[in-house]
Structures are given as C-alpha cells and as structure tokens.
C-alpha cells in the first residue's frame, strides 16, 4: 500500500515534468514579486532573478533526469 502512495510522487512523463517546472515558475515569480516589493531597487531585482535562475537549474535537472532514467531503463543488465 505504502509503495502505490509513493508511486505517485514519482516524476514518469516529460509532460508531468512540465507541470512541476511551471508550479515551481508561478512560485519563483510569485516570491521574486515579493522580494522586489520587500527589497526595492537593485537588491530585489538581484533576489527575484535569483528565483527564476533557481527554476531552470532544478528544470533542467528534473529533465536530465528523466532523460537518464529512461536510457537506464532501456538497457537492461543481463545478469
């Protein structure tokens, strides 16, 4: 029962990865927003860019991921 809870907490198509890379976006943009109203001038612009340079770093990760993780997949061991 435990591993069909977490099955779903695992990241299986490019198209779910997709919608998890936009989420963390809308938070980032969100935060970032945030930042610039907290910290005017360069400070806050330096924070929010901080958080949308965050979400293509963890993008590109998730992606390379799955970019492995198929591969892996693909080439069975023989033993």
């Known amino acids: ?6 099955r779903l907490f695992v990241i299986k198509t490019r198209w779910e990865a997709f ?5 963390l976006a ?15 001038g360069w400070g806050g612009y330096a924070l929010f860019f901080a958080c949308t340079g ?3 770093l963890a993008g590109a990760k ?8 198929r591969e892996h997949r693909e080439v069975k061991p023989a033993s």
Do not use: H, N, W
């Open 19 to 23: 919608l998890i890379i936009y989420a």
């Open 54 to 56: 965050a979400v293509f």
């Open 26 to 40: 809308l938070g980032a943009t969100s935060r970032g927003a945030d930042y610039i109203v907290e910290y005017p």
């Open 1 to 6: 029962m435990l591993q069909k809870i977490a």
């Open 62 to 69: 998730i992606l390379d991921c799955l970019k492995y993780e």
